[in-house]
């Protein structure tokens, strides 16, 4: 490898080949390189594990293509092998040019499906970048097998929620098929476990087909976003509400697809359904630079209430901005003085609001198990469990803060955000702004999570800047609309999430 210009740590073809492709190979000597192909090839498989792994990696590296070696490597999958060893070799694999025949074909599907079932019995913390590197890693096995894909969709290990993110990097066809598997195992499992990816998965097939399914996960707080980003795509007016309710997010990408969505879907004239947009356009007033967003939610007001408003938007700053729009207000407030109070009350983090609710809850009555279902529902699961959390574990949550700490930390989170968990403001070229963490990094761009199961992908060409934020990816308004039995539900379940008792204090 020294020889031969050593690893090559920067701009690898695919970020998973740092390591596994060399600085000079195009240059070396191909009488030099045949020579270390003949003497490697008999070294592998030996009875030494890292003689087997350094040495696959150099043929790898070197894109060896011999016919037998491609055997020799799938022998090391098996039940027993560990999942590090079983990915060395499929990225070792990925890169030889062997022709692949159809039991090799199944080795690799077996050996891809079989990660997530050896991981999650480790409870190793999988993160994000393990389903990009992994995705990674199935595209270029992909490009060298035209099969795998075939192959992947008929192994009966394929249909498992794990599998989903996998199903992302096939072509349209198989993803499309994919996606019709998907559908049948929901309905046949009522359980089956959401995630992002599935939504997104889902929308390659009709809407009238997937849409339904979607509504049906409403209640689960965690995917509401990526369920509108889908809904919107073909906007139905048995939505409204749903795209009315979108615009309390965070996300631009949300606001721009539940405004497009309400343009298209017939005038709405009641009252109470401008109340959103008004709030909307309130909160962006604290925001200059979201001049484009104003005037979509302007513009949409303007159509809604039959009313046209002059207003001239070009003021710099957030106290000038409220003076440009108070005509809006001003004039529904007459027209309807009693929704005037829903424009201000009620917000996600009115603390009135919140007090009232904390006064009238009764912690003593708390059941665990309702607080689970809440828990799931409210998508707490969704950022701070299992193998993918985006945010802190709870464990031992209700012992290391206070109960009224702890219900702040829940219902303004974005008070105290500790530094590992700020989020990123990203200003794309186009004047877009995305704000999330950013969960990966490579050679060409970005990947942000935007939300408990949304992500962009921004190329590194299209960044103009990239500012801290303070604010938590987790949303304000998690509790609305719960009374304080489930409050007190909640809360005793999160006490309930105590550390495993390894070591009791002697006595
Ligand atoms: C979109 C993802 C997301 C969702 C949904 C979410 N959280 Fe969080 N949560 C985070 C992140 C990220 C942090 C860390 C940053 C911060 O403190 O706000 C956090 C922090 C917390 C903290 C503070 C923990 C500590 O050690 O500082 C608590 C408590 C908490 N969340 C509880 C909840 C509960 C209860 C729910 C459901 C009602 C919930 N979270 C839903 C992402 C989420």
């Known amino acids: 490898m020294m020889a031969l210009g050593d690893y090559r740590l920067h701009d690898a073809s695919a970020e998973i080949y740092t390591g596994y492709s060399l600085t000079r190979a195009s240059q070396a000597d191909p009488i030099l390189v045949k020579q270390i192909r003949d003497a490697l090839r008999p070294l592998f498989p030996s009875a030494d594990k890292h003689l087997n792994e350094e040495s696959a990696r150099l043929l790898a590296m070197l894109e ?23 990915v060395h070799y499929l990225v070792v694999f990925s890169r030889l040019r062997g022709p692949r ?37 199935l595209e270029n096995l992909l490009r060298r097998d035209s099969k795998l894909a075939g192959a992947l969709l008929k192994h009966r290990g394929f249909i498992d929620p794990g599998n989903v993110f996998l199903a992302a990097r096939l072509d349209l066809e198989h993803r499309k098929q994919a996606a019709r598997l998907f559908l049948a195992a929901l309905r ?36 509401r976003e990526a369920i509108l980003l889908r809904l919107a795509e073909k906007p139905d007016a048995v939505d409204r509400d749903k795209f009315l309710a979108g615009l309390e997010s965070n996300q631009q990408q949300v606001l721009n697809a539940c405004l497009g969505a309400l343009d ?30 104003r005037r979509h939610v302007l513009n949409l007001l303007v159509r809604q209430a039959g009313k046209p408003f002059a207003i001239d938007d070009v003021a710099t700053d957030s106290t000038r901005l409220k003076r440009t729009y108070a005509p809006v207000y001003t004039w ?25 609710l904390l006064a009238a809850v009764d912690w ?22 299992g193998s993918r959390a985006l945010g802190p574990d709870l464990t031992g949550v209700a012992t290391r803060f206070s109960r009224d700490d702890l219900m702040t930390a829940i219902i303004y989170p974005s008070r105290d955000v500790a530094p590992a968990y700020r989020m990123n403001v990203i200003e794309t070229r186009n004047g877009q702004l995305v704000t999330g963490i950013v969960a990966f990094e490579s050679a060409d761009g970005l990947i942000v999570q935007t939300g408990a199961t949304t992500t962009v992908r921004i190329a590194n060409d299209d960044i103009a800047s990239r500012l801290p934020s303070n604010r938590s990816l987790m949303p304000n308004g998690l509790l609305k ?9 909640l809360y005793r379940y999160l006490q309930t999430l105590k550390p495993a008792l390894k070591d009791k204090p002697k006595k």
Do not use: Y
Request: proline share 5%; net charge negative.
């Open 364 to 385: 003593s009555k708390g059941d665990a198990l309702r607080g689970e279902a809440i828990f799931r529902q409210r998508a707490c699961q969704t950022c701070h469990t």
């Open 332 to 356: 529904f407030t007459k027209q309807h003085p009693d929704l005037a109070r829903a424009l201000h009350e009620e917000g996600d983090d009115d603390p009135a609001v919140w007090n009232k």
């Open 64 to 86: 060896d293509d011999d016919a037998s070696l491609l055997r020799k490597i799938a022998s090391m999958w098996s039940k027993e092998s560990s999942p590090t060893e079983d």
């Open 188 to 223: 046949q499992d009522a359980d089956f476990a959401w995630s992002g990816f599935l939504v997104d998965l889902l929308s390659l097939l009709p809407a009238a087909e997937v849409h339904p399914v979607m509504r049906g996960q409403w209640s689960n707080f965690g995917l």
């Open 101 to 137: 025949d159809e039991t090799l074909t199944q080795q690799v599907a077996a050996a891809l499906l079989g990660l997530h079932q050896k991981l999650q019995g480790r409870e190793q913390r999988v993160k994000q970048v393990w389903e990009e590197r992994l995705g990674e890693l």
């Open 481 to 489: 609309d719960l009374k304080p039995e489930d409050v007190a539900d």
């Open 264 to 293: 298209q879907l017939p005038r709405d004239d009641t009252p109470r359904n401008l109340v959103p947009l008004l709030r909307l356009l309130h909160r962006l007033e604290q925001e200059p630079k979201e001049r484009a967003l």
